[in-house]
């Protein structure tokens, strides 16, 4: 019989490190827009309903969407043209799928200044369980 107090751990673990919770809280990442013209991470894996905020480290920029299903900068609601002052905006991401976005004065829809936000469901995290998704 092998080791039965291993199999027992691994257990725990498994109960223990899944999160336990549900995994319910969103996960907060962060996109910088680079005074070189480039976003950070310029691809990005997030779990459905995370948040992104995006943060102007430096520079003339804004965030769209490929899909226009957001325009930021100071805000994304008034204030959405590219501006150089240290902006910060949040958007929670519930659709899954793969969205292409890019700053409007130095990118377009195909090039330049341009990242991608991948949104993967959470099942990966919270294992089998996904009720209520
Ligand atoms: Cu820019």
Same mark, same amino acid.
Do not use: K
């Given at each position: 019989?092998? #080791?039965? $107090?291993?199999?027992?751990?691994? /257990? &725990?673990?498994?109960?223990? *490190? %899944?999160? !336990?919770?549900?995994? &319910? @809280? ?12 480039? /976003?950070?991470? &310029? ?9 992104? +905020? #995006? ?8 965030? +769209?969407?490929?899909?226009? $299903? /957001?325009? *930021?900068? @100071?805000? *994304? ?5 590219? %501006? ?5 905006? %949040? +958007?929670? #991401?519930?659709? @899954? !799928?793969? @969205?292409?976005?890019? *700053? ?5 829809? $195909? $090039? !330049?200044? +341009? !990242? ?7 099942? #990966?995290?919270?294992? /089998?369980? %996904?009720?209520?998704?």
């Amino acid at each position: 019989m092998p #080791f039965p $107090s291993a199999r027992i751990a691994l /257990f &725990a673990c498994a109960l223990a *490190c %899944s999160g !336990g919770s549900g995994g &319910a @809280l969103a996960a907060v990442h962060v996109v910088t827009a680079n005074p070189d013209m480039t /976003f950070t991470p &310029a691809t990005l894996t997030i779990h459905q309903y995370d948040i992104v +905020r #995006f943060v102007n480290g430096g520079g003339l920029h804004n965030v +769209r969407a490929d899909d226009g $299903s /957001f325009v *930021c900068a @100071l805000d *994304c609601n008034l204030h959405t043209a590219p %501006s150089a002052q240290p902006w910060q905006v %949040s +958007r929670q #991401f519930n659709r @899954l !799928g793969t @969205l292409g976005y890019y *700053c409007e004065q130095h990118g377009d829809t $195909s $090039s !330049g200044m +341009r !990242g991608t936000i991948i949104v993967i469901d959470r099942v #990966f995290v919270d294992g /089998f369980d %996904s009720a209520g998704d």
